[in-house]
């Protein structure tokens, strides 16, 4: 099986570190559930290290990612999970849903497999599209194609009688996905960071230079601290970020 994440996942591990207080969000819905499956599990990140935890994910470079000490991952899709009805009490999908060809498939196989919970971090895109990265340096983003259902929104209209929560990224987040550096813009200008990232890779190298440049020129001049500096001074933010839980 190969994957898009085959190609851009090298590096992914050491840039999707988890931050301890979204853990904590993601661990308190997890609940008493005592096994759990993680899709889309990639290297690893918030895995509760307290329960039974399967991880399914279907690329290799992503799989070779996933610190020793964490469960064996299965190499498989979403949308055709290898495991009898109601093999785990919980399952689990963090930041994963936007990649799947078929989310409605993705979601009916998690509550298929899963026998008391389901939980789906995923983004509401109009808080971060109204963020300066893709407001102003990068409108790139905003005409990125994700695949349908990858909008927390349309999920939980997917997933009748679940509810979606904020989940307020820390500005000293630990986990560097490409919403969280809302109060670091300085962290663009370096390829470890951003490079593993989906949202960059899918943008044009041009797009890509040319937000550079403006932001690099606006840190330079002060122009960015006129507009923006405000963020420097807050400690979290909503930046679309949503836990999606449906108790079944
Ligand atoms: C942004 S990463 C998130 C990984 C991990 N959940 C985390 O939060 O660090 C998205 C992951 O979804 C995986 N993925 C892509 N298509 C998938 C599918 N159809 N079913 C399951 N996982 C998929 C990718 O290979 C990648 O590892």
Not at 108 to 122: K, P, Q, T, Y
Not at 181 to 189: A, D, S
């Amino acid at each position: 099986m190969s994957s898009q994440y085959d190609e851009i996942g090298s590096g992914y591990g050491q840039v999707r570190r988890e931050d301890p207080r979204i853990r904590e969000v993601i661990h308190a819905s997890i609940g008493d559930a005592s096994s759990v499956v993680n899709i889309g599990a990639g290297a690893g990140s918030y895995e509760p290290a307290d329960r039974e935890v399967t991880a399914v994910e279907p690329s290799a470079e992503m799989i070779s990612q996933r610190p020793p000490g964490l469960a064996p991952a299965v190499q498989a899709a979403a949308e055709a999970l290898p495991f009898e009805d109601d093999s785990f009490e919980a399952a689990m999908a963090v930041l994963t849903v936007h990649h799947w060809s078929d989310a409605r498939k993705g979601l009916d196989e998690m509550i298929r497999v899963a026998s008391r919970r389901i939980l789906i971090v995923a983004f509401e895109p109009d808080p971060l599209i109204e963020l300066w990265i893709a407001a102003d340096y990068f409108p790139a983003i905003q005409e990125l194609k994700s695949e349908p259902g990858a909008d927390s929104r349309e999920i939980v209209s997917m997933l009748p009688g679940s509810e979606a929560e904020v989940i307020p990224v820390p500005r000293d987040c630990s986990d560097l996905f490409f919403a969280a550096l809302w109060g670091h813009p300085e962290m663009f200008m370096d390829d470890g960071i951003v490079g593993p990232m989906w949202v960059w890779q899918e943008m044009s190298e041009i797009a890509r230079e040319a937000g550079r440049q403006r932001l690099a020129a606006d840190l330079e001049n002060g122009e960015w601290d006129r507009k923006y500096g405000q963020l420097r001074q807050l400690d979290e933010l909503d930046v679309g970020l949503r836990l999606v839980k449906l108790e079944l």
